[in-house]
């Protein structure tokens, strides 16, 4: 498939790579030696990728994936826990800097993607499921290998497991450690597709370009309006809800897919 120009960030690390496509900033993990494992420099650089393609107004779709065809993310870097994390204040330390990272994740809200093959595990899992879709391939294998680790998860990472598979099947996943393969995975709705592996990239640039060139505004508001009714009733923002609408009514996207419709065309969007 054929790719527009293509614009690449500068980071600090080359364990990250992140570049702008037309309208799609793709995010890629870059540490296939360990499986792109996560390391404290790749969560400051995730963060710093996330808030560029939040800011830039081009960016109408973001993409995770990880570096080769062996993993997305098999979670934590151990190899990193001696020098990052062997104290009680170093520990803490990684935790701000990677619950910043996951927090800017779980704010952004533009469309974004994890195109998933190969190992998603522990805190990779918890990364893909701060996507909106999750794309797999057949090869895929998702687990939360905590209760073999002696490990906790915080309230806010289950919470959005159990919203998205059910209680039941978020205990399996949990108190079990197993690994799911991606037939298991799309079954209990860990995954909204599986694909060949040789088609994976394929069918997320489709995906992406067909969600590109959709109006902007109708989907982030409609992004903003699913994620409020996952909140408690009383922590929901109707009045934003409202006003997300009132935007849309009111923008020139609205009148081009008006007109577009009535001349049977492709519409033209352009975000405002």
Same mark, same amino acid.
């Given at each position: 498939?054929?790719?527009?120009?293509?614009?690449?960030?500068?980071? *600090?690390?080359?364990?990250?790579?992140?570049?702008?496509?037309?309208?799609?900033?793709?995010?890629?993990?870059?540490?296939?030696?360990?499986?792109?494992?996560?390391?404290?420099?790749?969560?400051?650089?995730?963060?710093?990728?996330?808030?560029?393609?939040?800011?830039?107004?081009?960016?109408? %779709?973001?993409?995770?994936?990880?570096?080769?065809?062996?993993?997305?993310?098999?979670?934590?870097?151990?190899?990193?826990?001696?020098?990052?994390?062997?104290?009680?204040?170093?520990?803490?330390?990684?935790?701000?800097?990677?619950?910043?990272?996951?927090?800017?994740?779980?704010?952004?809200?533009?469309?974004?993607?994890?195109?998933?093959?190969?190992?998603?595990?522990?805190?990779?899992?918890?990364?893909?499921?701060?996507?909106?879709?999750?794309?797999?391939?057949?090869?895929?294998?998702?687990?939360?290998?905590?209760?073999?680790?002696?490990?906790?998860?915080?309230?806010?990472?289950?919470?959005?497991?159990?919203?998205?598979?059910?209680?039941?099947?978020?205990?399996?996943?949990?108190?079990?450690?197993?690994?799911?393969?991606?037939?298991?995975?799309?079954?209990?709705?860990? %995954?909204?597709?599986?694909?060949?592996?040789?088609? *994976?990239?394929?069918?997320?640039?489709?995906? %992406?370009?067909? *969600?590109?060139?959709?109006?902007?505004?109708?989907?982030?508001?409609?992004?903003?309006?699913?994620?409020?009714? *996952?909140?408690?009733?009383?922590?929901r923002d109707l009045e934003k809800l409202e006003s997300n609408i009132r935007t849309i009514f009111d923008s020139e996207d609205y009148k081009e897919g008006?007109?577009?419709?009535?001349?049977?065309?492709?519409?033209?969007?352009?975000?405002?």
């Amino acid at each position: 498939m054929q790719v527009s120009a293509t614009r690449k960030m500068k980071l *600090l690390t080359e364990k990250m790579i992140a570049r702008k496509e037309d309208h799609v900033g793709w995010m890629i993990f870059n540490n296939p030696a360990r499986r792109n494992a996560l390391s404290l420099e790749m969560w400051t650089a995730m963060g710093d990728i996330m808030a560029d393609f939040q800011a830039d107004e081009e960016i109408r %779709v973001a993409v995770m994936a990880g570096a080769g065809e062996k993993a997305f993310v098999s979670g934590a870097d151990i190899s990193e826990f001696e020098k990052h994390r062997s104290t009680a204040d170093a520990e803490e330390e990684y935790n701000r800097i990677s619950s910043s990272a996951q927090r800017i994740l779980k704010d952004f809200d533009k469309p974004l993607i994890a195109m998933i093959q190969g190992f998603c595990i522990g805190g990779g899992l918890a990364v893909a499921l701060t996507a909106d879709i999750r794309i797999a391939s057949e090869d895929s294998q998702f687990a939360i290998p905590a209760a073999r680790l002696g490990l906790g998860y915080g309230f806010d990472g289950l919470k959005v497991l159990s919203d998205l598979v059910g209680p039941s099947s978020a205990k399996d996943i949990l108190f079990s450690a197993r690994r799911l393969d991606a037939t298991e995975a799309i079954r209990i709705g860990l %995954v909204n597709q599986v694909v060949p592996s040789e088609s *994976l990239e394929d069918a997320v640039r489709t995906y %992406v370009e067909k *969600l590109s060139a959709n109006a902007p505004l109708t989907i982030r508001a409609a992004k903003a309006a699913v994620n409020e009714g *996952l909140k408690d009733p009383a922590s929901r923002d109707l009045e934003k809800l409202e006003s997300n609408i009132r935007t849309i009514f009111d923008s020139e996207d609205y009148k081009e897919g008006r007109r577009a419709f009535m001349e049977k065309r492709e519409p033209v969007f352009r975000g405002h």
